[in-house]
């Protein structure tokens, strides 16, 4: 996207709804590589998470083992993998956005004695943009798929809800401190900083979930991250 955009704006209309159309195309042309890669990321994530289980459940019993490695998880993953195409395709989208927004900012400027240089640099970094963003998501949704996943396999086992953990660092933010410890219900996921969402499914979020099982054998149970 920083290839398309940088080289490319004068500072006219034209150049803009050329790059415009340029990152439209982009969107639409990595459609293949999105479904590649959107795959591949949800299918390690399921590897992991199933092996996080099985860890978990090595010691309470192999009638809920077989419920846990039988538990039906295709809908959720193909969910989940439509969702990150669309949010790898938004980038291009989002990025065109941005350049309108900055160059119609740009002209205010201009037509008020301003100078246009400063506008013309947030335009030109709109690949960093782009990757930081990128990144965000990455993270984001590492933690999201991994919580679905969690969640559909502690459901299968009759489970109502978890214990909220943090990563226990001076990172973690102040209103998922306040989780902490805290029992949830996975029908009933916490409002914090005005958005809605279980542990390790909320930006940026690297808390996760302990699950409570509804009977444990012989006292047998461990957090699953």
Not at 40 to 56: G, L, P
Not at 100 to 107: G, P, Q, S
Not at 126 to 152: H, P
């Amino acid at each position: 996207m920083g290839d398309i955009v940088n080289g490319h704006y004068d500072g006219s209309n034209d150049s803009v709804t050329e790059i415009m159309a340029s990152l439209d195309s982009y969107s639409e042309i990595i459609d293949g590589w999105a479904w590649r890669v959107a795959e591949t990321f949800v299918r390690d994530i399921d590897r992991q998470n199933a092996k996080e289980w099985r860890k978990s459940c090595s010691n309470i019993g192999a009638e809920i083992r077989n419920i846990v490695e039988n538990t039906p998880t295709g809908h959720a993953i193909r969910s989940l993998v439509e969702e990150q195409v669309r949010y790898i395709k938004s980038l291009p989208l989002e990025a065109a956005d941005r350049i309108y927004d900055i160059h119609n900012r740009a002209i205010e400027a201009v037509v008020s004695g301003g100078r246009a240089k400063p506008f013309a640099d947030e335009i030109a970094a709109s690949g960093d943009v782009a990757k930081f963003r990128a990144t965000l998501i990455a993270r984001t949704e590492t933690g999201r798929a991994s919580t679905a996943l969690t969640q559909i396999r502690a459901l299968s086992l009759g489970s109502e809800g978890y214990i909220w953990r943090t990563a226990d660092d001076g990172d973690v933010r102040h209103s998922h401190g306040l989780m902490n410890g805290k029992f949830v219900r996975w029908d009933s996921p916490p409002v914090l900083d005005g958005m809605t969402g279980h542990a390790g499914a909320l930006p940026n979020c690297r808390c996760y979930c302990e699950v409570i099982f509804p009977r444990v054998p012989s006292g047998k149970k461990g957090p699953l991250e």
